[in-house]
């Protein structure tokens, strides 16, 4: 794509709900060096509305997304048991892709999708695991290290929603959203899991029978840090992230994202946000961003790769299955392909 450099990249944007319509915003006037020319939704009426506020094509497909000459590169937003289908026929057609997470929610369709991309011999997949680009989780980064606080030892997360984005459905708490700090936990440990237990207990008022909300991860890296999330998807009390590393020589905790604590009416705080789009909106901004400089230029995927997406597939199926038995569950990775040295 380096050969467009200095030109706008045309996107076509494959699924239009919450974050589809959010991500074709951005790219439309957020972010530098993009356009949105193209656009499929399975409710046509949704797609229709953005497309004539931007300009862009509703198409009746998103084959023909997918296949359009107005269409340099895909954006993939639909929900996710349908990532790993759509992420093949772009890698068929030659398209770069960022593609929403997960990759797939079961690790089998992720591999197939890692698969076709080291048979094509070329990254063309940037995944969407935005957490990597947000200024608190690279600051927290930042003070790791010899240079910072040592190696991480404990890494003790948070992932409270305020209602179940999806349903509630203890499986998917795991893919959908337990999902980022599977993915972001690599990031900063910059190591793989050996292993994976999920903990049920008792569960919030909301949760229906069967299920479980919240769930209690905990992981241990092949260097042995500690991870562990509390994954609260019906929480009520708003979207709150948050993340502290004990390291051998001090403690980095990031927040939820809120620099300005308020004191009114003897109370002190500050508000939470209702959702994702309020707490990550600079971060998605930043991928966005650092996707197209990426097509525009031939530099480095500066994202999450199809890897990254596939490990972080076969650690929620790990996941999946402790749940199920309550055991503690071996996550057990195959060599990393070349592609992705
Ligand atoms: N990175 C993040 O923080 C983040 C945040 C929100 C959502 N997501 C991911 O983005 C995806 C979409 O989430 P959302 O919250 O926007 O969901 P949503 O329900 O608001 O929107 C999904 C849209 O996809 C459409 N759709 C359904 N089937 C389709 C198909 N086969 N092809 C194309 N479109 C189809 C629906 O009509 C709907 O408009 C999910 O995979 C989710 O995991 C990521």
Redesign the pocket.
Known sequence: MHENAGMTIRVGV???????TSHAHDLASRVAGSTVTAL????SD?ADALASELGAAALPT?EAVVASRDVDAVLI????Q??AE?ALACLAAGKPTLC???LAPLAEDARAVMDAEVAGGRQLIMM???RRFDPGYAELKSQLGPDGIGDPLIVRNTHRNEIA??GLDSALSLT?AAI?EIDINRWLTEDEYAWVHVLTGRSGPLTPPGQHDPLFVLLQTTLGTIVEIEMFVQSQLGYEVSCQVTAGHGVAEMGDGAYVTTMRARQRGHALPAQ?LGR?QEA?RLQLQGWITHLGTGGPMPGASVWDGYVDAVTATAAIASLRSGERVPVVLPPRPGLYA
């Open positions: 494959i699924g239009t709900g919450n974050i589809g499929f939704d399975a409710d949704r998103f937003a639909s929900p996710d349908f990532h759509q929403e997470k997960p969407g695991f935005m984005p999806y959908n980022h994702w990550f998605y």
